[in-house]
């Protein structure tokens, strides 16, 4: 092992450690194996070179820890990797159509990699990427799931996406499903904009939204027409901007009354409900309403 004169900090040998790690597999990766390979001892402090693939074995479940010198190695893992500021692991691909990290879980039931944040208003995971974040597909296994994010906190969020398209998913697969959201009694997705659109479904010759069980609409309702009047007036939540398409009917069963119009106000964000004539001298009528954009 080579001096020193000067005693490094625990942040460069932490730094020296990590690379060592790195170069030596970036070293071996594409490289047959030599018949004759030379072994020697690695070294901390410096870069390792090789001209075979090294390896690295553990009678123990933990084969390697990298960590600043005082603090607590993690639990568990194979490759364990840690940091109290800064950046734990920073692996960088510069190639054209290189990847940074690869990584493949082939037994059943498992999970390539989990990801968690503890501590409050921590992130497990933050990608940040020109054209694509993350990019990930579960390609053999039935029922298999490319990214699966879980929030157990009340108001924490299991896969949050921010940008021109914050989350994508695509079920190439007869039957696929390219994004799905599960909920026992909350939220199983939920989309939100304030001038803009919260969610958008195209087909082009197939089905753009199927709904299975209850749908529920803000801007629908039950009216109450008083007893002697031929209308009723209902404010519609949102306003009534652009061409909106209102529709109504009766609730409330009369002998030869029927729903005549449904007009549209914009400036005062109502629709008037009028019946061809009174429904009834005696007693209040009910109607249900309906509006499209």
Not at 34 to 62: E, R
């Amino acid at each position: 092992m080579t001096d020193f004169a000067q005693p490094r900090s625990r942040r460069a040998l932490l730094g020296a450690a990590l690379g060592a790690v790195v170069a030596t597999a970036a070293t071996a990766i594409g490289r047959p194996l030599p018949t004759n390979a030379t072994v020697t001892a690695m070294s901390t402090g410096t870069t390792n070179a090789a001209d075979a693939i090294t390896g690295l074995t553990s009678t123990s479940n933990t084969v390697l820890s990298v960590r600043p010198e005082g603090l607590a190695a993690p639990i568990g893992g194979v490759l364990q990797v840690a940091t109290d500021s800064n950046i734990g692991l920073l692996v960088k691909a510069i190639g054209a159509g290189t990847f940074a990290a690869q990584v493949v879980h082939e037994g059943s039931n498992g999970i390539a990699i989990e990801v968690e944040a503890i501590a409050t208003g921590g992130t497990g995971m933050q990608i940040d990427g020109d054209v694509i974040g993350i990019n990930a597909s579960a390609q053999t296994a039935a029922a298999g799931t490319g990214v699966s994010g879980s929030a157990f906190g009340v108001g924490s969020i299991g896969l949050d996406g921010y940008g021109a398209t914050g989350v994508r998913g695509e079920g190439l697969l007869g039957g696929g499903i390219g994004v799905r959201g599960t909920a026992t009694t909350g939220q199983g997705v939920r989309g939100e904009a304030t001038s803009g659109v919260a969610g958008t479904f195209i087909a082009t010759t197939g089905t753009a939204l199927q709904v299975a069980g209850k749908a529920k609409f803000t801007r629908s309702g039950r009216a109450t027409i008083a007893k002697n009047a031929t209308y009723v007036d209902v404010t519609v939540a949102g306003g009534l901007a652009g061409s909106p398409l209102p529709m109504a009917t009766l609730y409330t069963y009369r002998t030869g009354v029927y729903v005549a119009a449904v007009t549209p106000n914009a400036t005062t964000g109502k629709i008037r409900i009028r019946l061809n004539r009174v429904a009834s001298t005696t007693s209040s009528t009910y109607v249900s309403w309906f509006v499209i954009g």
